[in-house]
C-alpha cells in the first residue's frame, strides 16, 4: 500500500488548509487511516483517524472542533479540513494506514500503522 500526503502550505492564522492523502497498490476490506504530526524537536503526536469502511472517526483533543477528517472510497482519497489554524499546528503532516479497525485505543498511537506516506509541513504564521 502506498500513500500520497500532499496539501500543505503556509497560513496565517485563523486560516484554513485541506491535506489529502491518496491511497494506491493493495488494498484490504476493511482499514484504519489517521492522520499524524511532528514538529520540531517533538514527539510524532495523533490528529485524527478514520475506520474506512464505516467512516468511525476520532480526533485529538488539541484539534477536536477544528479539524475534520474524512474520505471518499471512489478516489482512495482521505482529506484533513484543517480550520481555525493556530501557530501550534505548524508541523509535518503525515497520513498512514493499518490493516483493519483499529480500536480507539489503537487508533492513537502509531506503531500498528503499517503503511506511511511522506509528509507534508503545514506552518502557520501569527
Known amino acids: 500500500v502506498q500513500l500520497q500526503a500532499s496539501g500543505g502550505g503556509l497560513v496565517q492564522a485563523g486560516g484554513s488548509l485541506t491535506l489529502s492523502c491518496v491511497t494506491s497498490g493493495r488494498t484490504v476490506s476493511s482499514y484504519t487511516a489517521a492522520w499524524f504530526r511532528q514538529a520540531p524537536g517533538k514527539e510524532r503526536e495523533f490528529v485524527a483517524a478514520?475506520?474506512?469502511?464505516?467512516?468511525?472517526?476520532s480526533y485529538a483533543d488539541s484539534v477536536k472542533g477544528r479539524f475534520t477528517i474524512s474520505r471518499d472510497k471512489v478516489k482512495n482519497t482521505m482529506y484533513l479540513q484543517m480550520n481555525s489554524l493556530k501557530p501550534e499546528d505548524t508541523a509535518v503532516y503525515c497520513c498512514?494506514?493499518?490493516?483493519?479497525?483499529?480500536?480507539?485505543?489503537?487508533?492513537?498511537?502509531?506503531?500498528?500503522?503499517?503503511?506511511w506516506g511522506q509528509g507534508t509541513q503545514v506552518t502557520v504564521s501569527s
Open positions: 498512514a494506514a493499518a490493516a483493519g479497525n483499529l480500536a480507539l485505543s489503537a487508533s492513537r498511537v502509531d506503531h500498528p500503522y503499517d503503511y
Open positions: 478514520i475506520r474506512w469502511s464505516a467512516g468511525t472517526t
